[in-house]
């Protein structure tokens, strides 16, 4: 993003009045000989999309464009972030009253997610989804990142079973990155909060396998550790002060003689053992593992993003993320942050009982129902699961199902590929 407008782009402004004629008067563009206008009726929430809806009808004509005028942080970052495609290659310029630290930092942080989750699973490997995260929040704050990853085998011997049992059918070893951002320098500073994000960085489904058609997007399954990465690395370049960790447990879910397979009982490190009644899935058996170890930091909050569940996504649609949580409060703060910052979020049930409703006469629990997307109530039923592992009765826990993570196809408001809806609202949780 550049400061001053430069020859042979289109200029955008926006305008409070109606689209005039010949424009479709319900339209929010109008485009002159001086350039474009985008028309603003209504509420905020009504006018960001809006500008969401201009921006995508703008990139079907150009790949460049000038913002003149007046137009505030968060019109700037719902154009910038509609107006591109799945390669990142559009430009914006700003006026240079418009490039305010918070918008070049979002759009810092939104570029960084989209452009991992954009790319091939071939250059996404566990290993490399890990390390692309430490070299860019280690290019943030070199001097506050430590880390450290267990990997393949080490897994297994260190107890992690659930990141080794899903990622042990591919040849490319699973990995957990555990990162400590750690701005005071103190070794004995409580740490305030951790994030969890799952990284299946390809998702076949194992032998539960999933049809080509949904397939095709599963390089999409490790959105949620983009994201938690993605929001850090946000609160960093915000002037976060809070020491943070983050956990990513990475690995591709594929078939081979040597895959984890339906009847098998892991047993993790709290005693817990369950029983693998489908290996589709296996987001929250490699999350299981992250809380765990989340929790032996004694945090404040623990907060897990993950594309987990299709029946999340039927709930509430592919513009909202689903939140869970037994944390009235932070349930509540969560909403309220997300309003705030315009990435659409709703809860959904979470109670005590959820935790028994994928019973196994041969373990504990198993990791979902034997049947089609695990049944009725499947998102709650699964973050019941993910309950089992986190301290305190859930205390202090915010489970983000990520539904809004991703586009198969471009939509009326956003480029085909990764959303990094989420980000701003996790950042802000971090302070």
């Known amino acids: 993003m550049s400061e001053n407008p430069t020859q042979g782009q289109l200029s955008v402004v926006l305008s409070t009045s109606p689209t005039p004629a010949p424009w479709n008067p319900n339209g929010p563009l109008s485009i002159t000989s001086e350039g474009a206008s985008i028309h603003l009726p209504g509420d905020t929430a009504t006018q960001l999309q809006q500008i969401k809806v201009a921006a995508r009808k703008l990139a079907t004509l150009t790949q460049r464009v000038s913002l003149q005028g007046n137009w505030n942080d968060d019109q700037c970052i719902a154009f910038c972030t509609s107006f591109n495609d799945a390669r990142l290659r559009y430009e914006v310029t700003f006026a240079e009253q418009q490039n305010t630290p918070a918008v070049s930092n979002a759009l810092r942080a939104h570029a960084f997610t989209v452009a991992l989750v954009n790319d091939t699973p071939q250059n996404v490997s566990p290993e490399a989804l890990a390390e692309r995260a430490v070299n860019w929040l ?26 080794y049992e899903v990622g042990r059918g591919s040849d490319r070893p699973p990995v957990l990155l555990d990162l400590d951002f750690n701005p005071g320098g103190d070794q004995d500073a409580p740490v305030h909060s951790v994030l969890v994000g799952k990284g299946i960085t390809f998702d076949s489904g194992g032998y539960s396998i999933k049809p080509s058609e949904g397939m095709l997007s599963m390089k999409c399954d490790m959105a949620g550790a983009a994201t938690v990465t993605g929001a850090l690395g946000l609160a960093i370049m915000n002037g976060l002060q809070q020491r943070t960790r983050l956990i990513l447990c990475c690995a591709e879910n594929l078939i081979s003689g040597h895959a984890y397979k339906l009847g098998d009982i892991i047993t993790y490190k709290n005693g817990l053992t369950v029983e693998v009644v489908n290996t589709d899935a296996e987001g929250r058996l490699v999350l299981a593992d992250g809380l765990l170890l989340a929790s032996e930091y004694q945090p404040r909050r623990i907060i897990d993003a993950a594309t987990l569940t299709g029946a999340a996504m039927v709930a509430v649609g592919s513009h909202y993320n689903a939140l869970f949580s037994r944390d009235d409060a932070l349930r509540a703060l969560a909403l309220q942050i997300a309003q705030e910052v315009h990435e659409p979020a709703w809860p959904l049930p979470l109670e005590a009982f959820h935790q028994d409703n994928c019973p196994s006469p041969y373990a504990d629990t198993a990791n979902s129902r034997p049947q089609k997307g695990g049944g009725a109530g499947g998102a709650s039923n699964a973050a019941g699961f993910l309950s089992r592992f986190v301290p305190n009765d859930g205390q202090g826990w915010l489970h983000v199902d990520l539904a809004a993570a991703f586009n198969s196809s471009g939509t009326d408001t956003q480029p085909a590929g990764a959303t990094a809806q989420g980000i701003r609202m996790l950042a802000n949780l971090l302070n």
């Open 138 to 163: 280690t290019e943030l704050a070199p001097d506050a990142i430590s880390h450290k990853m267990i990997v393949g085998e080490e897994l297994k011997k260190a107890g992690w079973n659930g990141i």
